[in-house]
């Protein structure tokens, strides 16, 4: 029985149907690790597995979600994200399964190594893809992609109410496992927060079992998206209308919930990386054996590790990694089908990423001019001295541009 929601409160079954996509529960991991403080311990909730043709956390609100799509008709689901997103992925490829084109709105980011074969999956998925933002004409988009196409709108990262309820359910399930002794009630849940629908709704679930656990809420998204009061008010709503559906789920569940609430780790950006995030991602592969990724899981563990590090030995930690570590298909070598991807996003198959000159930041231009253009903001935050030293003629500035470039074309 994986509907621990519906198990839990039956009044449920019927009004609250989900499409099983999912294999739960997910495994739990426990490891014991060396940290310069000492021996700790860290258990691994698996939402990595969450299917077995592609897992991660969004495979836990596309069971609701896309159950809803197909109860009111629809033949097609339409989604937002940036363009490496596992969610538009996630949501392309369980669509598919159940017989529904997709079309994604991606709107651009920072570069990274994931990006290439993301898109590549969306050609082999048929995917409508679609570049948003930076100027685009919404309302033409809109128009051209979603009308008169029994479409159904799933919003950013499949944050609803709906979406949320996934992982309200993964509270339950989690509180399962811990009732059959798989795993210690934890004190600690270490989660990355993009959209914040996973933690809202497992900081409903956990309070609906009484568990007093912590949530850590490592922002991995921009604070104009990411904000203590949006998560507040999706958690006020998931609960009132789960408090609708059966009124025995008290509706008070969303104060209990204990969030801390972490932007630490952020580093500086929606997938911007740093020293901490790279050893982060490298530790829980040596040590964990987890394929964590820089822009989400990186984060989450970070935060983790920093707190171990912290904290007495016997403080009990679980990793709730969200992060796919299912295999997908190598990327076309030979670039047959790279040719029907229009043309907005075959740049993010040609950028480079570079350093400064003087420090480890680093940017992304898929020519010199742009790179640089990228870089321009930090080389006058952080290297003003350097910017307006009077002593640098204008001959100095020219040759340092000169081996700028040497370097962007040698890379
Ligand atoms: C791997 C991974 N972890 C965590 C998250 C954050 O989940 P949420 O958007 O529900 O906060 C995402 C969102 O895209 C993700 O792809």
Redesign the pocket.
């Known amino acids: 029985m994986t509907d621990y929601l519906a198990n839990a409160y039956p009044r449920l079954a019927g009004k609250l149907r989900k499409r099983s996509i999912a294999s739960l529960p997910t495994p739990i991991s426990h490891h014991e690790v060396q940290l310069p403080a000492g021996t700790r311990s860290i258990t691994v909730k698996h939402d990595d597995q969450t299917s077995l043709i592609y897992g991660?956390?969004?495979v836990r609100k596309l069971e609701y979600i896309l159950q809803r799509a197909q109860d009111r008709g629809a033949e097609r689901v339409a989604t937002f994200?940036a363009v490496g997103?596992?969610?538009a992925l996630a949501t392309a490829i369980h669509a598919r399964e159940a017989g529904l084109g997709c079309t994604c709105f991606l709107a651009h980011q920072k570069r990274t190594p994931d990006i290439p074969r993301t898109l590549s999956m969306h050609l082999e998925l048929g995917t409508e893809i679609v570049r948003y933002g930076g100027g685009t004409n919404r309302l033409e988009l809109y128009r051209r992609y979603l009308q008169n196409r029994k479409t159904w709108v799933i919003p950013l990262?499949?944050?609803c109410w709906l979406g949320a309820i996934g992982f309200v359910n993964a509270g339950l399930e989690l509180a399962a496992q811990i009732e059959s002794a798989e795993l210690e009630a934890p004190e600690r849940i270490y989660i990355?927060?993009?959209?914040?629908?996973?933690?809202a709704g497992l900081a409903i679930g956990l309070a609906l079992e009484n568990l007093p656990v912590e949530v850590h809420a490592v922002r991995?998204a921009d604070n104009r998206f990411a904000k203590r009061e949006v998560l507040d008010r999706l958690m006020n709503k998931t609960t009132t209308l789960l408090n609708r559906l059966d009124p025995s789920i008290p509706l008070e569940a969303a104060t209990r919930t204990r969030i801390i609430w972490r932007d630490d780790f952020y580093a500086g950006g929606y997938a911007a990386v740093d020293d901490t995030t790279t050893h982060a991602v490298e530790f829980a592969r040596d040590n964990l054996g987890l394929a964590l990724?820089t822009t989400?899981?990186g984060k989450a563990m970070a935060a983790l590790l920093h707190d171990l590090e912290m904290s007495c030995d016997g403080t009990s930690t679980l990793f709730w990694n969200?992060?796919?570590s299912m295999p997908l298909p190598p990327i076309d070598s030979d670039g047959h089908s790279l040719r029907n991807l229009p043309d907005q996003f075959k740049r993010y198959y040609d950028m480079k990423t570079l350093k400064c000159d003087l420090c480890e930041a680093t940017a992304d231009g898929e020519t010199f001019e742009e790179w640089m253009t990228a870089l321009r903001p930090h080389y006058m935050e952080a290297h003003a001295d350097v910017m307006s030293d009077s002593s640098k003629t204008k001959e100095d500035m020219e040759r340092w541009m000169a081996e700028n470039k040497a370097r962007f074309d040698a890379a």
């Open positions: 991660g956390n969004k994200g997103s596992n969610h990262g499949g944050t990355a927060n993009g959209t914040m629908g996973s933690v991995v990724d989400y899981t969200t992060y796919n």
